[in-house]
């Protein structure tokens, strides 16, 4: 008699699912040049004021606007420069009337001045200067507190650390920040037939890219991947590889071994060990298992290799980045014109690589629905998504997609 299939999950539901596994990594206090990508875990609150001091925004010379109206060209003010301040000068030297201090880009203008006159007005004297424009009042200060207050709240609790927030928070005096710490993932590949790349490739063998593939988006997303050595079809060779490893981790991805064949070592090894297999209404992808094994929450993905990315990017990114504290959890969606007919399986939804042109609003299938179609997969910038009750996408059709590259 054959095998009877259980009624597949919808995708929603296996989202669902996969997020609660994943639980909400704790907060940390990490080096702020650690922190990229991470998520704010409280307020900031400027310790200093931005500029911590008033400084100048030009090399040239800081004066009183009213010992140089009228200078020009022609009647130039000359001055008696009695100081140099290069940037780092930390002691206070007031300016006295009718004297100029030579000044550089970022160093404290000197109590009495009020004006920076900038070199390339003057003629870049240094025990006396002749300065030929008139220059405005405040003319080059950089005040104190003129882009932060001390005290202000200046980025908020969920706040996204990129580069710039980064730079900011340095310039602040802040050595390390309040964030969820990055989640620590263990990464499997299971098959005989793997073989790592840069070793020959007998007949029947194929190179392992799996964990090339999901490691490198757990990294793009700021976490921590550790791959481990694939193992083959083996039970045992399955237990011994992991043992060392279920602890300082906080989510194991395996892939391949969870169908219906004859060496499903995945299934085999953790079934009725905590983790759950089912099918998933989804093409590519309809093969998964969850749980936790030995203390350790697990999902398993399906061996092809689009199967196995596709499944990463529908179930265990948002996951992540839902534990991360991330508030940007999805992919940008988008709403364009297919570029040619498409069709889908009944009760499934179905993710085609494809490439979308903003310009022209049209997404273009790349390559087919197969789970093996990898170059395909290398040139496309977007998935389009085919809903469950729709078989057949003709051309010009509607589509939603997921943006997932540039
Ligand atoms: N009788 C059935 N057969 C299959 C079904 C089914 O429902 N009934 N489902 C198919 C679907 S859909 C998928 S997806 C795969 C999932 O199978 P597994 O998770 O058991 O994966 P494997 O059989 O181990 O491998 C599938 C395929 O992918 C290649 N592979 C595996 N790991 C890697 C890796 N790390 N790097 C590169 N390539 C890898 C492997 O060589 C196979 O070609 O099952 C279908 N079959
Ligand atoms: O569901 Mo499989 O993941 O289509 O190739």
Redesign the pocket.
């Known amino acids: 008699m054959p095998n009877t299939?259980t009624r597949a999950r919808s995708v929603d539901s296996y989202r669902a699912t996969v997020d609660a596994l994943v639980t909400d990594l704790p907060i940390e206090r990490l080096p702020v040049g650690d922190c990229l990508g991470l998520v704010l875990a409280e307020d900031v609150t400027a310790p200093i004021a931005l500029p911590p001091f008033d400084n100048s925004a030009m090399d040239g010379y800081a004066v009183r606007s009213v010992d140089v109206v009228g200078a020009s060209e022609e009647a130039p003010v000359e001055l008696p420069v009695s100081e140099d301040i290069p940037a780092g000068r930390t002691d206070v030297v007031p300016l006295l009337p009718g004297t100029a201090h030579r000044i550089m880009t970022g160093a404290p203008v000197p109590p009495g001045a009020d004006t920076v006159v900038q070199v390339e007005l003057t003629d870049s004297g240094v025990d006396k200067v002749r300065i030929f424009a008139p220059v405005s009042l405040g003319a080059h200060l950089r005040r104190t507190g003129e882009d932060v207050r001390e005290g202000t709240t200046v980025l908020d609790k969920g706040t996204v650390l990129g580069p710039p927030q980064l730079g900011f928070l340095a310039a602040l005096g802040l050595s390390d920040l309040p964030v969820r710490r990055r989640p620590r993932v263990l990464i499997l590949?299971?098959?005989t037939?793997?073989v790592e790349p840069g070793q020959p490739l007998a007949p029947g063998q194929?190179?392992?890219?799996?964990?090339v593939h999901i490691a490198a988006a757990v990294r793009e997303i700021g976490g921590v991947a550790r791959v481990l050595r694939?193992v083959p079809?083996d039970v045992d060779a399955l237990y011994r590889t992991l043992q060392p490893h279920l602890k300082d981790h906080d989510l194991l991805i395996t892939?391949?071994?969870?169908?219906?064949?004859a060496?499903?070592?995945?299934?085999d090894a953790l079934a009725g060990e905590g983790v759950e297999f089912l099918?998933v209404a989804v093409?590519?992808?309809?093969?998964q298992g969850y749980g936790t094994y030995m203390g350790l929450p697990v999902v398993?993905?399906?061996?092809?290799?689009v199967?196995?990315a596709l499944s990463f990017e529908l179930f265990v990114r948002p996951a992540l980045l839902r534990a991360m504290g991330r508030p940007d959890v999805d992919r940008p969606v988008v709403r364009a014109k297919a570029s040619s007919a498409m069709t889908s399986p009944a009760g499934k939804r179905q993710y085609r690589r494809g490439f979308y042109d903003a310009g022209s609003g049209r997404a273009v299938p790349v390559g087919g629905p197969g789970?093996?179609l990898l170059a395909a997969f290398a040139k496309s910038n977007c998935l389009i998504e085919i809903p469950e009750d729709v078989t057949e996408v003709p051309e010009g059709g509607d589509v939603r997609l997921l943006v997932i590259a540039p």
């Open positions: 299939a590949s299971t098959g037939e793997l194929i190179y392992e890219s799996n964990s694939s079809d892939t391949g071994g969870v169908s219906a064949g060496y499903e070592v995945v299934k099918k093409q590519p992808g309809g093969p398993t993905l399906p061996g092809n290799p199967s196995a789970s093996h």
